[in-house]
């Protein structure tokens, strides 16, 4: 007689005991690296039975959150395991001692520009033990404070633009003809009196209108100097440290996963995208969730900070094998601190 098989749990329908054989699993998976067995979990993490173990197991195993290699009979989680896991995880916390050591080190840290931002991913990319990234918030929303026109010589001008946000950026720029002195005391004027308070991505557009009456409209000097104002703010720029981490890791003894790394890496596209978060909250994408087949070996945790209206990410990149629970804590954490430090600025 033929024997009838209980229904297949689901993420939705698990029992108090399959948590807690799954939480068990990744703690104990993130800790080693290794394949978990039955005789590992009764004999230490759990209260319980190897065979009992074992039943729970396979029923977790059926529902596609762990899986085993050929080489041994323990287990390991899937990415289906890692984000029941995850969902699951309430108050994360990361350890008094070292949101200490990041509060010392960021009060020597300079108060604003991109070498705050590289310094800060290097701070946490050293409480991580993983790569982190720290994206310049995005200005599109930004709104223009001031234009500088500084003349380096007849035919090179140096244009220095600031935000009310407290963000500035400088280019060198080579110009089409021969602008004097005292041409460019007026233009500087004469832009700053109407295009101040615009929104950048209002400029090129706002400006037609404002400067109608001037004469300057169409200008190539004044379309030059708003199409590298524009194009200057245009994109986010990565902070990144910590390659080492990842490639030190276990994972990416693999020459095929490694190569993967140094592709996330060496592409801004593939790293703004898997960066990419318009929640409040931190954000946790694993494996295939990140939407690359380039990073399904790799999980990502991001977090927005904010300078003003304007948006910054904070994110954490490893392999899939991580501790979830302390870094989503570390990111939102440095999130907040970020956002402090330029509320005072």
């Known amino acids: 007689m033929n024997s009838v098989r209980k229904n297949i749990v689901s993420p939705l329908t698990l029992s108090e005991r399959h948590r807690e054989v799954l939480n068990a699993i990744v703690h104990q998976f993130v800790l080693t690296a290794q394949p978990v067995s039955s005789l590992t979990l009764a004999g230490s993490a759990l209260n319980v039975s190897s065979a009992t173990v074992r039943n729970v197991m396979a029923d977790l195993e059926a529902a596609g959150m762990l899986t085993h290699t050929h080489t041994s009979g323990g287990r390991v989680p899937t990415a289906l395991g890692y984000r029941v896991f995850v969902d699951n995880i309430t108050q994360p916390r990361i350890e008094r001692t070292i949101q200490a050591q990041i509060e010392r080190e960021f009060e020597e840290m300079p108060i604003q520009g991109t070498e705050l931002l590289s310094r800060f991913a290097s701070i946490l990319a050293q409480a991580s033990h993983l790569i982190t990234v720290v994206l310049s918030p995005r200005l599109d929303r930004g709104i223009l404070q001031r234009i500088e026109l500084i003349p380096i010589a007849e035919e090179r001008l140096l244009l220095v633009v600031s935000l009310l946000e407290g963000m500035i950026k400088t280019i060198l720029i080579e110009l089409p003809m021969r602008v004097s002195p005292t041409e460019l005391i007026g233009l500087n004027r004469l832009m700053n009196e109407r295009l101040s308070g615009v929104k950048l991505s209002d400029l090129l557009n706002e400006a037609d209108q404002r400067l109608a009456d001037t004469g300057l409209a169409h200008s190539e000097l004044v379309r030059l100097i708003l199409n590298y104002t524009d194009s200057l703010f245009g994109d986010q720029t990565p902070s990144v440290a910590g390659t080492g981490n990842a490639l030190s890791q276990p994972e990416f003894r693999d020459p095929d996963k490694m190569r993967a790394v ?46 003003g209206d304007l948006m910054g990410t904070i994110g954490i990149i490893g392999p899939t094998r991580m501790d979830y629970p302390r870094h989503m804590a570390l990111a939102g954490y440095a999130a907040s601190l970020l956002t402090k430090i330029h509320t005072k600025v």
């Open 262 to 307: 140094i592709e996330l890496l060496e592409g801004n596209d593939i790293l703004l995208h898997l960066l990419d978060n318009e929640e409040d909250s931190v954000v946790v994408k694993i494996g295939e969730e990140t939407g690359n087949p380039a990073t399904r070996e790799l999980s990502c945790i991001a977090a927005n900070y904010c300078v």
